[in-house]
């Protein structure tokens, strides 16, 4: 059974607005954290924000920040005032039983 | 501060070919990482490790193996490669399952097998 699941396979928005990337996991465990991971065409992966369940406010960095629904399971990441620099494949994971499961990504496009 | 480091960057393989792709980190992380990645896909877990002595299975185990024998390094080995096993490798660690327990990746290896 897919434990993380990203539903937009490919998105694309104009430079300074604001997009939203869905992402919904599975876990039985009580205390966990969530991930989103930004893959630029360097193929280099790199850490977003981070969110650990216990914490019922939403983590935020800079422009980016995420909307947590602990009970729908649902961990979505908020861009705000995009840039081109955004441009990237977006992974979201939740580490569940000692491993880090990743989604199958939203490749996110920032228009000029 | 190297982090996590991967070789080879680029590796072309014969099918029936053996290898062993390294990763080694200087974090002092307990846990470990293979994942590979085919085009346009997500990240899919080979193997981990929650520490030295220690290895399981994880999504997408079939053709490799694994050791971790120091904490520091974590060798992938393909035995006997197949084209299905042309892919993109990225090896990681992270520190803790707690705390600050993200993953932090190597530059990734591209595998072809030809």
């Known amino acids: 059974a897919q434990t993380v699941t990203q539903s937009q396979p490919e998105m694309s928005v104009q430079e300074a607005e604001t997009v939203t990337l869905s992402c919904t996991y599975d876990t039985s465990e009580s205390n966990y954290y969530l991930f989103w991971y930004k893959q630029p065409p360097s193929r280099q992966m790199i850490l977003v924000i981070r969110?650990?369940?216990?914490?019922?406010q939403n983590a935020t960095e800079n422009r980016f920040s995420v909307n947590f629904q602990k009970a729908a399971k649902s961990f979505s990441l908020k861009i705000s005032d995009s840039q081109l620099g955004d441009t990237a494949m977006y992974f979201c994971?939740?580490?569940?039983?000692?491993?880090?499961?990743f989604g199958k990504g939203t490749r996110l496009h920032i228009l000029p | 501060n190297a982090g996590v480091t991967q070789t080879p960057k680029f590796r072309i393989l014969k099918i029936g070919q053996s290898m062993t792709l390294q990763c080694t980190q200087d974090m002092n992380h307990n846990y470990m990482y293979w994942y590979r990645q085919d085009p346009g896909m997500g990240l899919k877990l080979i193997y981990y490790?929650?520490?030295?002595?220690?290895?399981d299975k994880g999504e997408v185990p079939n053709g490799y193996n694994v050791s971790r024998s120091t904490t520091e390094d974590f060798p992938l080995r393909l035995e006997l490669a197949a084209p299905s096993q042309t892919s993109v490798y990225f090896c990681a660690s992270s520190p803790t399952r707690t705390g600050y327990p993200e993953a932090f990746f190597g530059q990734g290896t591209r595998l072809t097998v030809v």
């Open positions: 490790s929650v520490g030295a002595g220690i290895t």
């Open positions: 969110q650990e369940a216990y914490k019922q």
């Open positions: 994971a939740v580490n569940r039983d000692d491993k880090i499961i």
